[in-house]
C-alpha cells in the first residue's frame, strides 16, 4: 500500500530553521501533485503549501508566504519543505499528502489521495 512519511520535525527555537522531508513509496510518484498541511492543537488542519508534479509551480498560504519553500525531488520519491525565520504560530503537526495529477484544489484536504502519519514541529518563543 501507498506510504508517506514524514520526517524533520523537532523542537526549534523561534527564527530558526527546519527541513521536513516526505519520502513517497509504492506509487508512480510523479504522477502526484503533494502538499503540505498542519494541524495544531484544537484547530482545523490547514494547508500550508503545494507543488505540482513537475515541481515548476507552487502556492503557499499567506502566513507562510516568505518563509517556507516547497521542492521535490522525483527521482527520490521525495517532497521537502524548508521553513525559515519560524515563528510559535507555526507549531503543529505537519501532513504531507498526494493528489493524483493534481486534480482538485491544493488547498482543500478532500481533494488529497494519500497522507503521512505527520511529524512534530514545536517552535519555542
Known amino acids: 500500500q501507498v506510504q508517506l512519511v514524514e520526517s524533520g520535525g523537532e523542537l526549534v527555537q523561534a527564527g530558526g530553521s527546519l527541513r521536513l522531508s516526505c519520502a513517497a513509496s509504492?506509487?508512480?510518484?510523479?504522477?502526484?501533485?503533494m502538499g503540505w498541511f498542519r494541524q495544531a492543537p484544537g484547530k482545523e488542519r490547514e494547508f500550508v503549501s503545494s507543488?505540482?508534479?513537475?515541481?515548476?509551480?507552487?502556492s503557499y498560504a499567506d502566513s507562510v508566504k516568505g518563509r517556507f519553500t516547497i521542492s521535490r525531488d522525483n527521482a527520490k520519491n521525495t517532497v521537502y519543505l524548508r521553513m525559515n525565520s519560524l515563528k510559535s504560530e507555526d507549531t503543529a503537526v505537519y501532513y504531507c499528502?498526494?493528489?493524483?495529477?493534481?486534480?482538485?484544489?491544493?488547498?482543500?484536504?478532500?481533494?488529497?489521495?494519500?497522507w503521512g502519519q505527520g511529524t512534530q514541529v514545536t517552535v519555542s518563543s
Open positions: 509504492r506509487l508512480t510518484f510523479s504522477l502526484y501533485a
Open positions: 499528502a498526494a493528489r493524483l495529477r493534481g486534480e482538485g484544489p491544493d488547498t482543500d484536504r478532500n481533494a488529497y489521495n494519500y
Open positions: 507543488i505540482n508534479w513537475r515541481g515548476d509551480s507552487t
